[in-house]
């Protein structure tokens, strides 16, 4: 039977410090994505579910346990692999990224205003999306609440922002859009961006 484990992080637990902290990351990581990932095997275990790619189970789920179990394990594991550990200096996208933003919102600056303002007025939990469009090929700024994912909608993900309190409440406790501004300033890893974006297109 297959189980899916939890995926190791690109980068140590005090990695993304001192922007989110070790023991952020150590619950969120090591109690919350874990959870999510054991609360799914136990669910697929013994039922067609089994052998299937998370992606399947995502799209294939009715809303409930094992939609929302399955659509945070994935979206978890886009979370941590869409940052990277601040590098000191601006942490500025790609070439290729950055013409796309650029045709989508104008500049980077736009990008940054309006991605922060939808992260950070969410309301309750969930998600804010750098996503690509297939349909006009163009890239798009969106929020899902809870464990909802831009999956179900046909649209390719770039970069996750959690904004569950989960994320951040141990290191910015009710400033929501203190953490959305260093997530967007300094956390985004703008080359997983970018492969993906390269992904979308093909
Ligand atoms: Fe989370």
């Known amino acids: ?3 899916f ?6 980068y140590a637990l005090d990695g993304l410090a001192p922007v989110l902290s070790e023991e952020t990351l150590s619950y969120h990581y090591g109690k919350h994505h874990a959870a999510y990932i054991n609360n799914l095997n136990g669910l697929i275990a013994g039922t067609d579910f089994e052998n299937m790619p998370i992606e399947d ?3 294939r789920a009715d809303a409930g346990p094992l939609f929302n179990n399955s659509a945070q394990a994935y979206n978890h594991t886009f979370y941590w692999y869409g940052m990277a550990p601040a590098k000191g200096g601006d942490n500025t996208p790609t070439d290729q990224v950055n013409e796309a933003l650029k045709e989508a919102f104008g500049d980077f600056e736009s990008f940054k205003t309006q991605f922060s303002d939808i992260a950070a007025k969410h309301f ?3 998600w804010a999306w750098l996503v690509h469009n297939p349909r006009d090929k163009k890239l798009q700024i969106i929020k899902t609440a809870n464990a909802e994912t831009p999956l179900t909608q046909g649209l390719d993900p770039l970069i996750a922002c959690d904004v569950w309190e989960h994320a951040y409440y141990i290191d910015y406790r ?8 260093v997530f967007i300033e300094k956390m985004i890893n703008w080359d ?7 992904r979308a297109r093909q």
Not at 5 to 10: C, D, G, K, T, Y
Not at 174 to 181: E, F, G
């Open 1 to 3: 039977m297959k189980q």
């Open 124 to 126: 309750g939990s969930g």
């Open 5 to 10: 484990i939890l995926p190791e992080l690109p």
């Open 192 to 198: 997983f961006a970018e492969m993906h974006l390269n």
């Open 57 to 59: 189970i995502v799209a």
């Open 174 to 181: 009710n400033k929501r859009p203190d953490y959305v501004s």
